[in-house]
């Protein structure tokens, strides 16, 4: 039985919540067992500090670790039991509210497919044990977010952030706009409950999942935002990175990708594996200069001695 945890970012019983449970009672009659966390209910979640002691820690065999002392590694645990995910999320300012930001954050390089790939390389090459299995087990997630006006034009992306670390496969992704009195919309309603169907069927055969939500202007990632190089028809997808040029096709905006761009998606393995190369190298130019170059120290330390930061009083 395929094991769907229900994950909602808005408040405790609100409409949020409703639409998540609506799409859990889907993915339970398709079969499913299900699991429901509320991320503000006697959960604490502190930001990332940037420290890249995660990283670090899984590179050298020692596992992931955190410097934060919070509920968040209860919290992954739990999603790395998981089959599928369904994360519905409230609509702030046109995108994902602050704590799902944050566990995108907390997820950090060490939750990187590509990174966990090499870690789990190095660590058995040194009689180690290899990293614990469950950060390389495919995963499907789907998406729900709830916006009370008509602003959520980044919703859908910030959402598709959370599955792009750990390259866990996006099964639905939509978002449901002026939804104050969302209960009361059986369209509505009933488009969650299939939303966890789906994901539920996803989550049963996840080597055959694959995306069920509306095609979108991205042909790999589905996603509709993207970065236009101004003057030209360069575009750039705002979530799997991929680069190709913009066209208008029969009244439609579409966008067509050079063969090589599949192989640099930020979401495939081979796009992974390139970035991790990309960051060894630079975190290489970095360790050298802090250990070998004057100018490197004498710049820092001009910075260091400029100002201090301020602190609130206790």
Known sequence: MAKILGISAGTLNGSNDA??????????????????????????????TGCIACVKAMMGGKGRICVQKDDFMWLLDKMLDADGIMMASPIFENGVPGIVHTICDRFGPSMDRGNLFIADKLSKEHGGPGIDPRFMKDKVISFIGVGGSDWGSLVQMDHGMVAMSPMWKIIDNDKFQWSKTILMDD???????????????????????????????????????????????????????????????????????????????????????KHGQDIQYNEGRLAALQKESEEFKKRKKKYMEFIQPVYPER
């Open 187 to 273: 369209e509505a309603l009933s488009r969650a409950h299939q939303i966890g169907v789906n994901l539920a069927k996803a989550a049963a055969d996840i080597p055959n999942a694959t995306w069920q939500g509306p095609e979108g202007v991205c042909p790999h990632c589905h996603m509709n935002n993207f970065y236009i190089e101004p003057g030209t028809t360069h575009a750039i997808c705002g979530l799997c990175g991929m680069e190709g040029e913009l066209a208008v096709e029969e009244g439609k905006i579409v966008i067509h990708y050079p063969d090589v761009q599949y192989e640099l998606a930020h979401d495939t393995m081979s796009g992974k594996l």
């Open 19 to 48: 639409m998540c449970k609506e799409a859990l009672m889907g993915a339970q009659e398709a079969g499913a067992e299900i699991e429901f966390i509320n991320l503000h209910h006697k959960m604490e979640i502190k930001n990332c």
